[in-house]
């Protein structure tokens, strides 16, 4: 069963608030001209009523509908949600109500997918933050959960089992490394070699990487993979691998669609290249 309350609205000192309005730049931060921010969700808050009678569809800058929801400015969020009008739903008065009510973070779903302990200690990482440093994706909690369910349980795993910062032992998750990217890789090593194998190899990681893209890149040439170009294609991410995988074959080799029948071809390159790497 889902559990997003907990990474939406954490405890009563802060709640999330980045994906309002849906609409927004996606480069936006909840920490960018921080004190304007502040000043438009009290002053959202103080005119609710005057904004409500004269509705305005909103644009991708802010929305006169996100304020504090508590007259300490602890917690921000929608001012308009049915939980605050007796069950209305008064978000189509911004003209986004269904993009509003399915807004969903890839950080949320993963959270989750957590045990109610991994939660715990995730949201312990943030116990100290308001709503603004909470919310923000420089947060080390929202980084930690832009990469796949089980690369975050092994280093919560991990991280519980030793005593040194959080931040000094895994933000080279995020300060050297790609999610969309490295996944499928992070994951493979995490698993067969522990996390301090990949921590003290990065720079070969990063040549790994770059020699397994050009590899899959020039899959094309190889006379195996030329018997299947017959076959249909199909899009890269319903390929019968995993998603992380996919991803790699995306982003990093540009490789948006292939034949169906190249799973094998691609699964077995990708494992080759990974062994050399687990063994040098
Ligand atoms: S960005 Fe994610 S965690 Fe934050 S409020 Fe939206 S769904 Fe919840
Ligand atoms: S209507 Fe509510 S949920 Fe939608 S963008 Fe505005 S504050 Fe966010």
Same mark, same amino acid.
């Not at 739903?89 to 890839?106: E, P, S």
């Given at each position: 069963?889902?559990?997003?309350?907990?990474?939406?609205?954490?405890?009563?000192?802060?709640?999330?608030?980045?994906?309002?309005?849906?609409i927004?730049?996606?480069?936006?931060?909840?920490?960018?001209?921080?004190?304007?921010?502040?000043?438009?969700?009290?002053?959202?808050?103080?005119?609710?009523?005057e904004?409500?009678?004269?509705?305005?569809?909103?644009?991708?800058?802010?929305?006169?509908?996100?304020?504090?929801?508590?007259?300490?400015?602890?917690?921000?969020?929608? &001012?308009?949600?049915?939980?605050?009008?007796?069950?209305?739903?008064?978000?189509?008065?911004?003209?986004?109500?269904?993009?509003?009510?399915?807004?969903?973070?890839r950080?949320?779903?993963?959270?989750?997918?957590?045990?109610?302990?991994?939660?715990?200690?995730? &949201?312990?990482?943030?116990?100290?933050?308001?709503?603004?440093?909470?919310?923000?994706?420089?947060?080390?909690?929202?980084?930690?959960?832009?990469?796949?369910?089980?690369?975050?349980?092994?280093?919560?795993?991990?991280?519980?089992?030793?005593?040194?910062?959080?931040?000094?032992?895994?933000?080279?998750?995020?300060?050297?490394?790609?999610?969309?990217?490295?996944?499928?890789?992070?994951?493979?090593?995490?698993?067969?070699?522990?996390?301090?194998?990949l921590?003290?190899?990065?720079?070969?990681?990063i040549?790994?990487?770059?020699?397994l893209?050009?590899?899959?890149?020039d899959?094309?040439?190889?006379?195996?993979?030329?018997?299947?170009?017959?076959?249909?294609?199909?899009?890269?991410?319903?390929?019968?691998?995993?998603?992380?995988?996919?991803?790699?074959?995306?982003?990093?080799?540009?490789?948006?669609?292939?034949?169906?029948?190249?799973?094998?071809?691609?699964?077995?390159?990708?494992?080759?290249?990974l062994?050399?790497?687990?063994?040098?």
């Amino acid at each position: 069963m889902l559990k997003l309350a907990s990474l939406c609205f954490p405890d009563d000192k802060k709640s999330c608030f980045y994906c309002c309005p849906p609409i927004r730049d996606p480069e936006a931060d909840t920490l960018d001209n921080i004190e304007e921010r502040r000043t438009t969700l009290r002053a959202n808050r103080k005119n609710l009523l005057e904004n409500i009678t004269r509705a305005q569809e909103i644009s991708g800058e802010s929305c006169w509908g996100l304020g504090f929801l508590d007259d300490d400015e602890k917690q921000a969020g929608c &001012l308009l949600h049915p939980l605050r009008h007796d069950g209305n739903d008064l978000r189509h008065l911004t003209g986004y109500q269904f993009k509003c009510a399915n807004a969903l973070c890839r950080e949320a779903l993963i959270f989750a997918e957590l045990s109610p302990k991994e939660q715990e200690f995730c &949201l312990n990482l943030c116990r100290d933050m308001d709503s603004f440093t909470y919310s923000s994706r420089s947060n080390p909690l929202m980084k930690l959960l832009a990469w796949e369910t089980g690369i975050v349980q092994f280093v919560i795993a991990d991280s519980c089992r030793n005593e040194a910062p959080f931040i000094d032992q895994y933000s080279f998750l995020w300060q050297k490394l790609d999610f969309r990217l490295d996944g499928y890789l992070v994951y493979e090593i995490f698993k067969k070699a522990g996390i301090d194998f990949l921590r003290n190899r990065l720079q070969h990681f990063i040549i790994l990487r770059k020699q397994l893209t050009a590899e899959l890149k020039d899959l094309k040439n190889d006379p195996a993979f030329k018997n299947l170009s017959d076959t249909a294609l199909v899009p890269t991410h319903k390929l019968d691998i995993p998603l992380s995988l996919s991803r790699l074959l995306k982003f990093g080799a540009n490789l948006w669609e292939l034949p169906a029948a190249s799973r094998e071809l691609i699964l077995s390159r990708t494992e080759q290249t990974l062994e050399k790497f687990l063994h040098s």
